[in-house]
């Protein structure tokens, strides 16, 4: 939340440079408070446990958030209990025919990365909710193969296939400071990836409406943005749990696939030995920047944006 201070204290222009929330005291007097409300796409095959990684992120804050779980209507899905999204979900669709409006909005990742997008079962209702969101959205958080989509969807940046999955923790740096989505970030900060995939960051880098906030030479783009914060773009997973690579990484070795230890991810990548959680207090911060980011800037009136 917010610091309410007097415009003419000495500290607020310098608090206001660091980007520290600062709410001068006129604003704060004037100011209507309602919850936040995000919705959430959720395109993974663990269904529950995905639900659950995220309201963790969203509830480390003092802000009230209201949850919206959006569903493709054109998708059957085969990992969520029977019943489950028929009642905690709603469809997209109808929700876009009532012209429904959110202050934030969540498009996941899904297992569906190495086939082109207009191959994916949803691809049409999944465009023309990226569609919906820029006039109906403050601000939308794309995650893994959700920024893939939306990265093509927007600016027509096509993904790449890896020559081996980037499975892993890996560390990432910012470019620069200072931005809304890295206050109290370290310089590196460690993040799990989890991807056969990547959009090209030359294609990123030349596109001028995107900005590249975070990066590795061994991962590549991070962290992307465009219009002042109000699309993001994450290749990785910075929601993920302490044990969900672990999870992967055994599943795919009982499918007999190729799959290499997840790297910096076990202690001397012994997968025998737990692994050392490394990402967590970075992946609260990110999800209560952004929050604190859409409280800010978001109208009361939704309509109004």
Not at 250 to 277: C, F, H, K, M, W
Request: with cysteine.
């Amino acid at each position: 939340m917010p610091i309410k201070i007097p415009r003419e204290l000495p500290a607020y222009r310098e608090l206001s440079a660091e980007n520290v929330f600062v709410m001068t005291t006129d604003r704060a007097e004037h100011q209507d408070i309602r919850p936040l409300r995000v919705g959430i796409v959720n395109l993974m095959p663990t269904t529950v446990t995905t639900e659950a990684q995220l309201l963790r992120l969203l509830g480390n804050s003092p802000l009230q958030v209201d949850i919206t779980f959006l569903r493709m209507g054109s998708h059957e899905s085969r990992n969520a209990p029977p019943g489950h999204l028929e009642k905690f979900y709603q469809s997209a669709g109808e929700l876009m025919d009532r012209g429904l409006y959110f202050d934030g909005l969540i498009i996941t990742g899904a297992p569906v990365e190495t086939l082109p997008f207009e191959e994916v079962d949803y691809w049409d209702e999944l465009a023309a909710v990226i569609d919906y969101s820029a006039g109906h959205v403050w601000s939308t958080l794309h995650i893994c193969w959700g920024a893939q989509a939306g990265l093509y969807r927007r600016y027509g940046i096509e993904k790449q296939p890896l020559e081996k999955k980037l499975f892993g923790i890996f560390p990432h740096r910012i470019n620069g400071q200072n931005k809304a989505l890295f206050r109290g970030f370290d310089d590196e900060f460690l993040a799990p990836q989890s991807r056969h995939t990547a959009s090209s960051r030359e294609a990123i880098a030349a596109c001028p409406a995107l900005n590249i906030e975070s990066e590795t030479p061994e991962t590549g783009v991070f962290i992307s943005t465009a219009r002042k914060g109000r699309e993001i773009y994450v290749s990785g997973h910075l929601e993920y749990d302490p044990l969900t690579l672990d999870l992967e990484y055994r599943r795919d070795l009982a499918r007999g696939l190729p799959i290499a230890i997840p790297q910096n991810y076990y202690p001397d990548n012994d997968p025998s030995r737990p692994p050392v959680v490394r990402w967590r207090a970075h992946a609260h911060l990110f999800f209560s920047n952004w929050l604190n980011y859409v409280y800010q800037e978001t109208p009361y009136n939704l309509e109004e944006m």
